[in-house]
């Protein structure tokens, strides 16, 4: 089981264009990872080449040893669900998009859902809070709340890994903390394995027990976050110049942004 | 049995039977009444010029609206669903350019007389050919790339119209006539065989669309996530597209260019019964049989003894009822 997710060597990007070096990295099962580092970094790349949304120039995704590339988008889609950063919603209810998550599970022929079908997708509506919303149209929902549908469509897939493209970063922060505490449940209650990009390295510190940390399409580092968010590591992937300190609450570190001004200050009294 | 069935039941079951007073009605009015009440007896009695009427000419005619009304509509709502894009309908891809095209080159060479099949054929061929353009031009690196598929389709039809206006201004005046009569869409069909073939057709394309109703599920929500969803996007795109434009391709190389009812009736079954594409399906190729049932009874009645080109009506009395439903539907949502 510590071999879950494999990423062997895998290379993928656009032609003519960029395109990742060869990233290796293996998390165990259970894992809440994050894939953090500036824009361009390659972080929405390496989701996609996961995710199978483009085409891989080498290596291999492996979960559970099996190699995704040689499923069945069926197969697939029941081993690993996706939640993408602007989900496209059509013109659905909240419940008929939904529901839509067990098309994976659809026998040939089969025409309408199945009462399994129906419970299972109250069962994650109400998981996520979103079952008094199920008959609203997806269009009036917020943008926290289409978030959580979404977040729900995706577990009623039953996946063993759910894959996140910044699933916080156009919400406040009410919604932001909803929906990461939401994940950690998932995660220590249901083993569910997340592995998702997040920008704000302070969430990525406080809720994933692994950071993949990108510079250049290539791994820069990964490890805890406290082996990851250093203020070294930062400065060479950021370069931005900042402090790390632990929180004193969780104890995980936390990340301070260093002004112009502070840092005349600061130079001021050292010298 | 979920609420959500047994309403998409009492919808198609209601409008089957909004269908079948149509045709009734239909078969019963022109320029011979002929009773209702006496239809039965008149069949059953097998000869007079009143059976004649009816099997020969008005029961034929109704068969042939259901039947291209029927595709046009289904070919809509598919079309409207692979591209993601409430402006497409069958025409909008450039099928009835091509089409029109294959028939105006026939018309004005003279091949007219080379049989009675000739002009479908034409048009079928011209069909086939702006289909096959527009696919592998919408190809791009293996992929197909829906966005230049529909633009090269908008781009083929301005081409294939500009063509036809070439060709008829320097055309004499009895083949102009007929261009411009074939091009406003009749469904006066004297042949049986082509009716045959366009009811196999639409029947057919009703079936095998329904193979794909889960895809067009998946579809309204893009390409990728129908992909993340399990579902061969790519494939089913491309196979839809094909049905769809083969249905269209037929239903104009027969019926002529008869527009709007692709655009409008998958829009309103929209409007009544949602978005699911296992009663959209069902519901568009109804209504757009029941659609072109009524209007060819106007056609054939509100200038008696004389008929209208089918075309004017679908798109005058469509286009204004599509309006009114779309204001009262502005209003209503506004209120609540």
């Not at chain 1, 505490?181 to 027990?209: F, K, P, W």
């Not at chain 2, 259901?66 to 025409?91: D, F, H, K």
Request: aromatic share 8%.
């Amino acid at each position: 089981m510590d071999n879950f997710i494999k990423i062997d060597n895998l290379s993928c990007g656009y032609a003519g264009a960029f395109s990742l070096g060869n990233i290796n990295f293996t998390l165990p099962k259970g894992t809440f990872a994050g894939i953090i580092g500036p824009n361009g970094s390659g972080k929405t790349t390496l989701f996609r080449g996961i995710a199978g949304d483009i085409p891989l120039k080498s290596g291999s995704v492996n979960l559970n040893d099996a190699n995704l590339s040689h499923l069945t988008n069926k197969q697939r889609a029941q081993k690993m669900a996706i939640v993408s950063q602007f989900p496209d919603i059509g013109d659905l209810t909240v419940e008929d998009y939904i529901l839509l998550g067990r098309l994976p599970y659809r026998k040939p022929f089969q025409f309408f859902e199945s009462e399994d079908d129906y419970s299972i997708a109250e069962k994650y509506m109400r998981l996520t809070n979103t079952y008094h919303l199920k008959d609203k149209p997806m269009r009036q929902l917020s943008g926290g709340e289409q978030q959580l549908a979404a977040i729900a469509q995706a577990l009623t897939q039953e996946p063993e890994l759910l894959l996140l493209d910044e699933p916080t970063s156009h919400l406040d922060i009410t919604h932001q903390v909803q929906v990461l505490n939401l994940l950690q449940r998932l995660n220590h209650e249901m083993g569910l394995t997340v592995l998702m990009i997040i920008h704000d390295l302070n969430l990525a510190s406080e809720y994933c027990d692994y950071l993949l940390m990108m510079k250049n399409g290539n791994l820069h580092c990964q490890g805890t976050p406290f082996d990851v968010l250093t203020y070294q590591n930062i400065e060479q992937v950021y370069g931005t110049l900042v402090i790390t300190q632990i929180n004193p609450n969780s104890g995980k570190p936390a990340v301070f942004l260093v002004s112009e001004r502070m840092r005349q200050k600061v130079n001021q009294q050292n010298g | 049995m979920k609420k959500k069935y047994l309403s998409w039941l009492f919808f198609s079951l209601t409008l089957l039977a909004a269908l079948i007073i149509a045709v009734i009605y239909s078969v019963s009015v022109g320029e011979v009444k002929i009773s209702i009440s006496d239809i039965p007896s008149i069949l059953s009695s097998g000869d007079g010029m009143d059976y004649f009427i009816l099997t020969k000419i008005r029961i034929p005619r109704v068969i042939l609206a259901i039947a291209v009304g029927g595709s046009l509509g289904l070919t809509g709502a598919i079309l409207q669903g692979i591209y993601r894009n409430p402006l497409v309908e069958p025409y909008t891809l450039g099928i009835s350019g091509g089409a029109s095209m294959g028939v105006t080159l026939v018309v004005i060479f003279g091949l007219y007389d080379a049989g009675m099949y000739a002009l479908p054929l034409a048009g079928f061929v011209g069909a086939l050919l702006t289909i096959f353009l527009v696919y592998t031009l919408g190809m791009k690196r293996g992929n197909l790339d829906i966005n230049r598929m529909l633009l090269i389709g908008v781009m083929i039809s301005f081409v294939t119209s500009s063509i036809i206006m070439f060709l008829m201004s320097v055309s004499t005046t009895d083949k102009l006539h007929g261009i411009v009569f074939w091009v406003m869409g009749s469904l006066d069909e004297p042949n049986t065989n082509l009716i045959r073939v366009i009811i196999s057709i639409s029947i057919i394309g009703l079936i095998a669309s329904y193979l794909f109703a889960r895809p067009l599920n998946a579809l309204q929500l893009g390409q990728a996530k129908a992909t993340h969803l399990g579902i061969n996007a790519s494939t089913s795109i491309q196979i839809l597209f094909v049905i769809a434009s083969l249905m269209a391709g037929a239903c104009v190389s027969v019926a002529g260019v008869i527009g709007f009812v692709g655009l409008i009736i998958p829009h309103m079954a929209r409007q009544i019964v949602g978005t699911d594409y296992r009663i959209l399906l069902l519901s568009s190729f109804l209504g757009g049989g029941l659609f072109l049932v009524l209007s060819d009874i106007i056609a054939r009645t509100i200038i008696a003894p004389s008929e209208l080109p089918i075309g004017v009506i679908t798109g005058m009395v469509g286009g204004v009822v599509f309006m009114v439903v779309l204001s009262n539907i502005r209003r209503k949502s506004k209120l609540s």
